[in-house]
């Protein structure tokens, strides 16, 4: 997705000398890496517009101009020498469904008496995840309540029957942070047990993370969870039903 922002006038621009402009060429990865190989779209209606990108532009010689949106850029006669510009839409700490976080930046030369077009490219800057049960949790566990954390604090429940679960919606997430999974769940037998809070991994930026929970293999109990290819194991322990008994 590409989009060249351009300030029309109308009237023709005075140029002094030694002043020129710069109109952004904005272009918006949709997609991001799940391996070191492959890719996966964003969620629909996750990727702002370039009109909504928040613009700062620095010269070596003068302020720093800030618009809000780039629907706000008014291609302000500049000084001619070095600039850069960077680009940003969301909250770089907010985390939660939606909550995308993008960035982007660039470095250029205004001439004088020219307008030049900058090209940039824009794209996701934190992480995001899914949750999935797999078909051998579903033999094992009949309902299960499981919340993951993240270092920020931010706790996403998923809870339901076994038979029914799929892929969850995807959950925005800080970079390199770190995912925590607690919660219970009841076996096929009608036993309760929980699963105590269990580090199992670290986010990378410009990711999309899949976080797979497994029933442990035949002759073990608890979970194999999985944030992409790095399993943890994650020990049940028996809910005591009448602890006062």
């Not at 209606?45 to 010269?59: N, W």
Request: hydrophobic content about 35%; some cysteine; glycine content about 8%.
């Amino acid at each position: 997705m590409c989009c060249l922002l351009l300030a029309g006038c109308t009237k023709p621009v005075t140029r002094q000398v030694g002043e020129g402009q710069v109109a952004f060429a904005c272009e918006l990865l949709d997609a991001v890496g799940v391996t070191r190989s492959t890719t996966r779209p964003l969620p629909e209606g996750s990727v702002p517009a370039s009109s909504d990108l928040k613009l700062v532009l620095s010269g070596t010689e003068s302020e720093p101009l800030t618009y809000e949106t780039m629907a706000d850029y008014d291609m302000p006669m500049l000084t001619a020498g070095d600039y850069s510009a960077r680009f940003t839409y969301g909250n770089p700490t907010a985390e939660g469904a939606g909550k995308g976080y993008f960035e982007g930046s660039c470095s250029f030369a205004v001439v004088a008496r020219k307008t030049i077009t900058q090209p940039v490219t824009v794209a996701l800057a934190n992480s995001l995840y899914t949750l999935s049960l797999s078909e051998w949790f579903g033999n094992y566990y009949t309902d299960y309540d499981l919340t993951v954390r993240t270092e920020a604090g931010l706790q996403t429940r998923y809870a339901g029957q076994s038979s029914e679960a799929q892929e969850s919606e995807p959950v925005f997430v800080q970079a390199g942070t770190a995912l925590y999974l607690s919660g219970t769940a009841v076996k096929t037998n009608g036993v309760e047990v929980s699963f105590p809070e269990t580090l199992i991994g670290r986010t990378t930026a410009r990711t999309w993370h899949t976080l797979s929970i497994d029933a442990g293999s035949v002759g073990q109990t608890g979970l194999i969870v999985s944030l992409d290819d790095m399993p943890v194991a994650i020990e049940e322990i028996p809910v005591e039903l009448n602890p006062e008994a």
